[in-house]
């Protein structure tokens, strides 16, 4: 019989969505390298209502999650002065692997792994760094001390070895799904920049997250607000129907 | 006395479809570039006396939605959002069907066109618009430069009668045949987006009314069936 309780219904489940994506982000304000999650919406389909002369007015039927966007925007750069914290200041991502799998991450504290075959530079999940000829990368007793330039060139103090990290840059970050611990995979339609970007890579630093806490909790007042209204419109449906359940005593 | 509690039926089952737009613009009220509907209801003497024509008495209630086309405050989002600073639509290719959009984000897809929010085809003068790996810029006015080359302009264009236009959903419109298409000068802002225009204290103090609205009307039909009672069980009696 009614349009407005399922409408009311649907609207308190999406902003149920907006609750969960911002308690995400306020839970990670601490997290280097996390980057904002929000949720956006669209309306839902109208339907045509034929009244009894020609004319037809139409009544929408709610609203409906269209995606969770990352926001790609750079954090600050924290200084930790540690030789295997990379960070980048602008565009720019890592690659990793895990087996055959490849991810992506902006940087983060790095460690170096024993294997079988020696040391070689993990993240703190053992997913190894790759270089741009995508071997991992190996770091010898001697090699300890190494530095990173911008542009992702390794060189080590004893040794003349160089290494060339894979950096790569995507003209539509946003398409990458967020796999968790600041990794990420490729997504359908992801497009990798070709142009040179704008790289420069920090070593020694962190990104902080950028979740704004000013704005996660005004977002959040909204949701609860909006949360409200659509709960009391549920109340009112609730007494309406109510009214017409009691109109023959 | 019939007529009385069938124009009172109506109207409660009006107040309902009423409710129903005011909820659905207030689930809404969050959703970018959202238009709110209001519904409006011409009593049966008024549309009596407008179309002068009797035939139609069991039309006791002429309902009509309309969409309050009004722009949204603009705000700064994602750098590949946009939004259209006053009135106007850009068109789409959504599902092999030509739809008008008020904006959404950028995006290109796997064939290297460049697409919106939903994957719809964004529509230049001369059709989809190739973008391939290129950097893209869109200015103000809607032209695409593809490295510095131009390569398209996306048209804005505007309604010359906004009731031909019609919601679909996902913000997209339709119009309708024999809509008049019109030119825009409107700006094409690129990392802005629009809020939706539903003002949720002027919905509420509507759901209120409403609400109240349907409560009087079931107090006079059951007045209308105490009379009708009495009409029975008392004048009636032999």
Redesign the interface.
Known sequence: ????YY??A??MM?QEK?FSTISGNIANINTNGYKKTSV???????SF?Q???S?E???????TV??Y?K?F?YGNLKETGSNLDIAFEKEGFLTLADGDERYYTRGGNFTLSATGEGYFISNNDGFFLLDSEGNRVQISQEERDFEIDSNGLMSFKNSDRIVNLAITSF??P??LQPFGNNLYIAG??L?EN??TADIILRQGFVEQSNVDIATEMTDLI??Q??YQ??S??LQ??D??SG??N???? | MDIGLQQLGKSLLATNSHLAVISNNIANSATDRFKSDTLSIRSFSDYFIHEDHISNKENLYEITTHTDFTSGEIYKRNSNDFALDGNGFIAVIYNDNLCYSRGGSFNVDADGYLVDQHGSYILGTQGNILVNNANVEISKDGTVTLDGIYADTIEISDFEDYRLVNKTGKDYYVAEQGANVLQSNTNLLQGYSEKSNVSITSEYLRMIEMSKKFETGQAVIQILDEINGKAVNNIAVF
Do not use: P
């Open positions: 019989m009614n349009n407005a409408i009311a649907n609207s999406s907006v956006s919406f669209s309306d839902l389909m109208y209502q009244t009894a002369s004319s007015y139409s009544i929408g039927s709610g609203i269209n995606g966007n926001d925007q003209e539509n946003e398409k359908l339609e497009k070709t142009q909204q949701a607000r909006l209204m659509n009391k419109i009112v449906m007494e309406i009214m017409a009691r109109l023959r005593k």
